[in-house]
């Protein structure tokens, strides 16, 4: 079991981040006080959230299930350089381009949780995120991100930046005991061309829990990454990473991939490209080491300027050192529209994914997912969306000695915002998931509310 010395490891890791991110605000203050100290102070968005929420089953469990009210109250602090909403006056989400030449994106909140029936399940969570970007001559580039998070519920949001709305990690933790995740990421690309850039990116993702059913690792990934055109027409990306693994149970490892790609573009609105991915992964004894290779083709077509698809797909073949082999296909296609008032996203994926650094460790996984959301602006002040999702998810024994689990992860959410006011905003949401296994001991079904208020000081 774990022992109260674990928590002054959780306190001294949150502890860390929030100081980490205060200090990064503090550096920030010369930059972005700019003119006069108004506008500085401007740029400080302190509020509160007030939630409410009834959850059907907070175990995830087969049967028995516990339900209950847990009433939430979030004090916050957001510091951006972004520009803000004529109509709100909230902060705009950062692009997937970088906004200006330099900026500052800085959220955090603590979380109270307190329940009402299972009171002593009570604890402090925290839920931040920060992005900060530099450019120098218009050809380096520095960047930070970092993201963290202490909570205790069952499943926890992909938090990969790639991840979809309504896309969680595979795996579940049973047993209602607060996590701790932080994820740093600093990053450095040279600009040598329109399009031609050196990139190099680390990770360092570190997860502590305090379940007798987890256990604790750290992932420290560093990718360095070439896209480089020999014309308008054709160009080429080479991706390397070097991953090192470290469990406080499993047997460490460490992981090489490399990635090439060729695309050749059309016109600017259509480009076709192939890709072929290798990867090895070698763990400590008694741990069993693989290989997987992957070719693959695609598309990327932009249908008007705001409906766009990409779709590629190709095979994979997994070749563990002990136990059977697979090969099977992988695709992955993507269909946005993104209009002034509604936004939808389709999303088909299948191929592999690796579950590690997470609640479960489930490691090598075959996987198919769809998942599909649309956002729609109401009126100017109100805004409802809906997401739905389907999984299925094999988990491969490798000496083969049981038959391998098989789950069908089922989700739908549907949510509705309102601008009460400049400063007040209503929240509303509605899900239900559910999980189908050949494991009884692994199904479950969840209903959950949630109500919240947010008051903003402006």
């Known amino acids: 079991m774990k022992t109260h010395a674990n928590y002054s490891i959780y306190l001294t890791h949150l502890t860390c981040s929030t100081m980490f991110c205060l200090l990064c605000v503090v550096i920030a203050v010369p930059g ?267 598309v990327e077509h932009a249908f008007t300027r705001t409906l766009s698809v990409k779709a590629e797909g190709g095979f994979f073949v997994y070749d563990p050192k002990i136990g059977r082999s697979y090969t099977r296909p992988y695709y992955d296609l993507a269909l946005t529209q993104a209009e002034q008032r509604t936004t939808y996203t389709l999303s088909f994926q299948g191929g592999y994914y690796e579950d590690y650094f997470s609640s479960e460790n489930q490691g090598f996984t075959l996987y198919h997912r769809a998942i599909g959301n649309i956002t729609h602006r109401l009126t100017r002040d109100l805004t409802l969306g809906l997401t739905g999702s389907v999984e299925r998810a094999e988990y491969p024994r490798t000496l083969g000695l049981i038959e391998n689990r098989k789950d069908w992860i089922y989700g739908v959410w549907g949510n509705a915002a309102y601008q009460v006011l400049r400063w007040l905003k209503l929240g509303l949401d509605i899900s239900y998931t559910e999980d189908n296994s050949n494991f009884d001991v692994n199904e479950y079904k969840d209903f959950r509310t949630i109500f919240n208020v947010t008051a903003t000081y402006f």
């Open 32 to 298: 972005a006080a700019g003119a006069d100290g108004s506008d500085f102070l401007s740029k400080f968005q302190p509020y509160i959230s007030l939630q409410e929420e009834y959850d059907s089953n907070i175990d995830l469990t087969p049967d028995n299930e516990i339900d209950d009210f847990i009433t939430t109250i979030y004090p916050g602090l957001r510091f951006s350089t972004l520009g803000r909403s004529e109509t709100t006056g909230q902060y705009r989400l950062p692009s997937s381009t970088v906004e200006g030449a330099s900026g500052f994106d800085f959220d955090y909140r603590l979380g109270l949780f307190f329940y009402a029936k299972e009171s002593d399940r009570n604890y402090i969570g925290v839920d931040g995120t920060l992005n900060a970007w530099y450019t120098v001559e218009q050809r380096w580039r520095f960047q930070l991100r970092n993201y963290s998070i202490r909570s205790q519920d069952s499943r926890e949001p992909d938090y990969s930046p790639t991840a979809l709305p309504g896309q969680y990690l595979l795996s579940t933790q049973r047993v209602l005991e607060p996590y701790f995740r932080n994820v740093v990421t600093p990053s450095v690309e040279y600009q040598f061309g329109r399009e031609n850039r050196v990139f190099i990116n680390y990770v360092n993702n570190i997860y502590r829990t305090s379940s007798s059913f987890s256990q604790d690792s750290m992932e420290n990934t560093v990718t360095p990454r070439l896209d480089y055109w020999f014309d308008i027409r054709n160009g080429i990306t080479l991706e390397y990473d070097l991953t090192f693994g470290e469990f406080e149970i499993d047997p460490d490892y460490t992981g090489q991939t490399g990635r090439g790609r060729y695309t050749h573009r059309f016109n600017p609105r259509t480009s076709v490209f192939v890709d072929y991915l290798f990867q090895w992964v070698d763990f400590d004894f008694p741990g069993n080491d693989y290989y997987v290779n992957r070719p693959s083709a695609g």
